[in-house]
């Protein structure tokens, strides 16, 4: 669920105030009266009890660390900005929003990013201890190009001091050397890197490996800056790693690159197989994510306080729909068709009242990777298993909810898997399907063609090659600001995916003609941008629901599905 949709599930707005405040909504519109009349001790401390009693109460620790700021607590509001994102990770989603939080929190680091020169030994402590910054990096991929650039020259000065003698690491900067190695790692090692960082990086590599060999001590700091550009796990001292005792920084880095890889190659043998995986286009897809499992993430979600019924769920985002009621009592059976490192299966489980999910991939590294990262308050209530959609329908399950998001596309035949999918749907059942649109994808088409015609592969060392060869040339294409463009496998996914079809309204528009469909709408993120697209259609006359207007509409406008097309259907 996203942002809106938890505030509307809280009812979090009162409409008064009273001087003892009963509920969450009356307590937050008191905070926000004092905070209106430049209050800021009451506002804070109205603000803190509220989060007393709801933790991941969002609107609460935004209030909050404004407050703060208006206070000019800086590292008072850094703190809570941290806590917001421990508490509530689909904050860190909107990228844009977490950069200029970040410098409006840290001057320091605002200025550092306009300057073209980073010393690892003269960053400010201000940058290096800030909780938030901590925070973003150990938690989610850096989505802004020029934040990436100071990290990438700090991370390449943190090195070349590291192989220089004479020159040891103080104060604050092993702990944030952490902080970096985690992002690195988070980003598949996806920054770019000099001739003299690679020379550095193998002597660097020879010199841990020898003393590791000879049983002679380490520097934990001479640990982390490889951790920065090269996995721990995969590191031919690996093993010797385990058997140390390192400070908390490093042992958190050990734990990401080391423990948990091992954790989930363990757990690929126990993942059930449900299908055959075919040959051709469904075992090259298979191979892509086996090397590069997708999407990489840290933090699931916080749960709504109270999960919706489907129904609701659906009469929020289409109240002039005329859907039947799914009609699931109790249970409600979920299948997520293509689920990859298992986020969007986990926070479908925890949102949806009596939801019961099985996810299916082609990719077992994928499937052990969403394995490993079921909570305990979602045991028993998801499972993952590995699966061919095109050979699905044959499993002796049905479901009431069946979620395909940006899976079908990666099939040689689309329509055939969406059609094996329909076959475990009950009656009555709904589906929500993410298909790439042929108009919205067409610059990601040209620039594939580009990527081929000029040799690129899809390596590490080419993807990285192509990233800097964009910036070099002062390319300004819009998918250098998409996600996807910030880590390997995502850029891998989006410039060099092994397969990939495109498709119409009118071909959806026949396929649910065909195979007895009811449309009930296209979703838009963020609520707000669907409100818009629902109160401009009834503006022009149109129905939502006419597949035809939303063709002619989108040929005036065809980055409108520039993710992908995502609508929800109903089976007759």
Same mark, same amino acid.
């Given at each position: 669920?996203?942002?809106?949709?938890?505030?509307?599930?809280?009812?979090?707005?009162?409409s008064?105030?009273?001087?003892?405040?009963?509920?969450?909504?009356?307590?937050?519109?008191?905070?926000?009266?004092?905070?209106?009349?430049?209050?800021?001790?009451?506002?804070?401390?109205?603000?803190?009890?509220?989060?007393?009693?709801?933790?991941?109460?969002?609107?609460?620790h935004?209030?909050?660390?404004?407050?703060?700021?208006?206070?000019?607590?800086?590292?008072?509001?850094?703190?809570?900005?941290?806590?917001?994102?421990?508490?509530?990770?689909?904050?860190?989603?909107?990228?844009?929003m977490i950069?200029?939080?970040?410098?409006?929190?840290?001057?320091?680091?605002?200025?550092?990013?306009?300057?073209?020169?980073?010393?690892?030994?003269?960053?400010?402590a201000?940058?290096?201890?800030?909780?938030?910054?901590?925070?973003?990096?150990?938690?989610?991929?850096?989505?802004?190009?020029?934040?990436?650039?100071?990290?990438?020259?700090?991370?390449?000065?943190?090195?070349?001091?590291?192989?220089?003698?004479?020159?040891?690491?103080?104060?604050?900067?092993?702990g944030f050397?952490?902080?970096?190695?985690?992002?690195?790692?988070?980003?598949?090692?996806?920054?770019?890197?000099?001739?003299?960082?690679?020379?550095?990086?193998?002597?660097?590599?020879?010199?841990?490996?020898?003393?590791?060999?000879?049983?002679?001590?380490?520097?934990?700091?001479?640990?982390?800056?490889?951790?920065?550009?090269?996995?721990?796990?995969?590191?031919?001292?690996?093993?010797?790693?385990m058997?140390?005792?390192?400070?908390?920084?490093?042992?958190?880095?050990?734990?990401?690159?080391?423990?948990?890889?091992?954790?989930?190659?363990?757990?690929?043998?126990?993942?059930?197989?449900?299908?055959?995986?075919?040959?051709?286009?469904?075992?090259?897809?298979?191979?892509?994510?086996?090397e590069?499992?997708?999407?990489?993430?840290?933090?699931?979600?916080?749960?709504?306080?109270?999960?919706?019924?489907l129904?609701?769920?659906?009469?929020?985002?289409?109240?002039?729909?005329?859907?039947?009621?799914?009609?699931?009592?109790?249970?409600?059976?979920?299948?997520?068709?293509?689920?990859?490192?298992?986020?969007?299966?986990?926070e479908?489980? =925890?949102?949806?009242?009596?939801?019961?999910?099985?996810?299916?991939?082609?990719?077992?590294?994928?499937?052990?990777?969403?394995?490993r990262?079921?909570?305990?308050?979602?045991a028993?209530?998801?499972e993952?298993?590995?699966?061919?959609?095109?050979?699905?329908?044959?499993?002796?399950?049905?479901?009431?909810?069946?979620?395909?998001?940006?899976?079908?596309?990666?099939?040689?035949?689309?329509?055939?898997?969406?059609?094996?999918?329909?076959?475990?749907?009950?009656?009555?059942?709904?589906?929500?399907?993410?298909?790439?649109?042929?108009?919205?994808?067409?610059?990601?088409?040209?620039?594939?063609?580009?990527?081929?015609?000029?040799?690129?592969?899809?390596?590490?060392?080419?993807?990285?090659r192509?990233?800097?060869?964009?910036?070099?040339k002062?390319?300004?294409?819009?998918?250098?600001?998409?996600?996807?463009?910030?880590?390997?496998?995502?850029?891998?996914?989006?410039?060099?995916?092994v397969?990939?079809?495109?498709?119409?309204?009118?071909?959806?528009?026949?396929?649910?003609?065909?195979?007895?469909?009811n449309?009930?709408?296209?979703?838009?993120?963020?609520?707000?941008?669907?409100?818009?697209?629902?109160?401009?259609?009834?503006? =022009?006359?149109?129905?939502?629901?006419?597949?035809?207007?939303?063709?002619?509409?989108?040929?005036?406008?065809?980055?409108?599905?520039?993710?992908?097309?995502?609508?929800?259907?109903?089976k007759?």
């Amino acid at each position: 669920m996203n942002r809106k949709e938890r505030r509307a599930q809280r009812h979090a707005d009162a409409s008064s105030t009273t001087p003892a405040p009963r509920t969450a909504g009356d307590l937050l519109q008191q905070a926000r009266t004092h905070q209106a009349r430049g209050e800021w001790n009451a506002a804070v401390a109205a603000y803190k009890r509220l989060l007393a009693a709801q933790p991941d109460f969002i609107p609460a620790h935004e209030g909050l660390i404004a407050a703060c700021l208006a206070q000019g607590r800086r590292d008072a509001a850094s703190e809570q900005a941290a806590a917001l994102a421990a508490a509530a990770p689909q904050t860190l989603s909107q990228f844009a929003m977490i950069v200029a939080r970040l410098k409006a929190l840290v001057p320091e680091l605002a200025a550092a990013m306009a300057d073209a020169s980073v010393q690892a030994g003269r960053v400010p402590a201000a940058i290096l201890t800030n909780p938030f910054l901590r925070m973003v990096l150990e938690s989610t991929v850096v989505r802004d190009a020029a934040l990436e650039r100071w990290l990438t020259a700090l991370r390449a000065s943190l090195l070349l001091d590291v192989v220089t003698p004479g020159k040891p690491a103080e104060g604050a900067l092993p702990g944030f050397s952490g902080s970096l190695a985690r992002q690195c790692f988070l980003n598949e090692y996806v920054f770019s890197r000099s001739a003299a960082e690679i020379a550095a990086l193998d002597a660097l590599r020879a010199r841990l490996t020898a003393a590791f060999a000879a049983g002679q001590p380490v520097e934990p700091i001479a640990l982390l800056a490889y951790a920065a550009y090269e996995s721990l796990g995969a590191a031919p001292f690996a093993q010797a790693l385990m058997e140390r005792s390192w400070p908390p920084a490093l042992h958190a880095v050990i734990a990401q690159q080391v423990t948990e890889p091992r954790e989930e190659r363990a757990l690929m043998a126990a993942i059930p197989r449900l299908t055959p995986i075919g040959e051709g286009v469904s075992a090259a897809v298979r191979e892509q994510y086996e090397e590069n499992p997708y999407p990489r993430w840290v933090r699931l979600a916080s749960p709504p306080a109270v999960p919706f019924a489907l129904d609701d769920y659906l009469r929020l985002f289409f109240p002039a729909a005329p859907f039947r009621p799914v009609g699931a009592s109790g249970r409600l059976d979920v299948l997520v068709a293509g689920c990859g490192t298992g986020r969007h299966a986990l926070e479908l489980a =925890q949102s949806f009242r009596g939801a019961h999910v099985l996810g299916v991939d082609l990719s077992l590294a994928s499937l052990a990777a969403a394995q490993r990262r079921v909570p305990p308050h979602l045991a028993g209530k998801v499972e993952f298993a590995q699966a061919d959609i095109l050979a699905i329908g044959a499993i002796d399950r049905c479901f009431d909810f069946i979620s395909a998001g940006g899976v079908l596309h990666h099939m040689d035949d689309p329509l055939a898997g969406w059609r094996e999918l329909l076959k475990l749907l009950k009656p009555d059942g709904v589906m929500q399907v993410g298909l790439y649109s042929l108009l919205a994808r067409k610059e990601i088409i040209e620039a594939r063609a580009m990527i081929a015609a000029q040799g690129y592969r899809p390596v590490p060392d080419d993807i990285r090659r192509l990233r800097d060869d964009l910036r070099a040339k002062g390319e300004k294409r819009p998918f250098m600001e998409l996600d996807d463009f910030f880590a390997m496998s995502d850029c891998r996914d989006l410039l060099f995916h092994v397969h990939e079809r495109q498709i119409t309204i009118p071909q959806i528009k026949a396929f649910l003609a065909a195979n007895g469909l009811n449309f009930i709408g296209f979703q838009f993120s963020p609520p707000e941008a669907h409100e818009h697209y629902r109160a401009l259609f009834a503006r =022009q006359g149109w129905s939502a629901r006419d597949l035809d207007c939303w063709d002619r509409f989108e040929r005036s406008e065809p980055q409108l599905f520039a993710g992908m097309y995502v609508f929800w259907v109903q089976k007759a």
